[in-house]
Structures are given as structure tokens and as C-alpha cells.
């Protein structure tokens, strides 16, 4: 029987997990205004009318200035728990986040290197 009621809180756990986000969902469906016009339909950003055709391109650069910010912010969540652990580390993990640095670096100098930092 105790078998059965340590996956019955696994089975509990994934019933929370589907719940939750599909609440607000149906909730949001169920009151939803449903009365659509003309103006309700048009593009709306900023509180500022849109003039001329609404799909603009932007750079491509653009992207890669945020998938950089993102790689590096994403390296910030990962060296500060071994930043904080660095007495208690073993050799292991030393070289590890070493190795993790390394590689962050040299991604990095090979953006560098391909002028993707530099506006053009």
C-alpha cells in the first residue's frame, strides 16, 4: 500500500501541473468580451496609430546582440551558485567551471572576430 501512495503524489504533482496553467486559460475563454468591430481589429502598439504598413524587418544583427545578452546573462545564472560553492569545490568542479568559462570566451572572441559586435 505504500507503493501506492508514493505515486499517488506523483500522480497528484502532474494533476497540479495541468491544472494551474489551464485554469486561467478557460477562465480567461469563458469571460471574454466577445463583441469585435473594425476598430478593435486594427493594429494598436503604444498608444500610437500605426502609419503605413505594419510589418517592418529589422536587422538581423539586432537578434544576435540579444541572443549574446542572453548567453552571457545565462552565464551569470550558472558561475554565481559555483561562485558561491568556490571554497567547498573539488578539482572537479574547479575545472569544470573553468572549462564552462573557457568556452564562453571563446564564443565570445569568435563573435568578435566575425564584426558581429560592431553596428553597421
Keep these: 500500500m505504500s507503493l501506492v501512495n508514493e505515486w499517488a503524489f506523483i500522480g497528484v504533482f502532474v494533476a497540479v501541473a495541468w491544472v494551474l496553467p489551464a485554469l ?3 477562465v ?5 468580451p466577445r ?4 476598430i478593435k481589429m486594427q493594429t ?5 496609430e500605426t502609419v503605413g ?6 536587422k538581423v544583427q539586432y537578434y544576435i546582440y540579444g541572443l549574446i545578452f542572453l548567453v552571457f546573462d545565462i552565464e551569470l545564472i550558472f558561475l554565481f551558485p559555483w561562485a558561491m560553492a568556490y ?3 573539488d578539482f572537479f568542479a574547479f575545472g569544470a567551471g573553468f572549462l564552462f568559462i573557457f568556452l564562453l570566451a571563446d564564443a565570445l572572441i569568435y563573435a568578435w572576430r566575425k564584426n558581429a559586435l560592431e553596428w553597421a
Design 87 to 89: 571554497n567547498r569545490l
Design 44 to 48: 494598436y502598439e503604444c498608444g500610437v
Design 24 to 26: 486561467p486559460l478557460v
Design 28 to 32: 480567461a475563454r469563458i469571460f471574454q
Design 35 to 38: 463583441k469585435p468591430n473594425a
Design 53 to 58: 504598413d505594419t510589418w517592418v524587418q529589422f
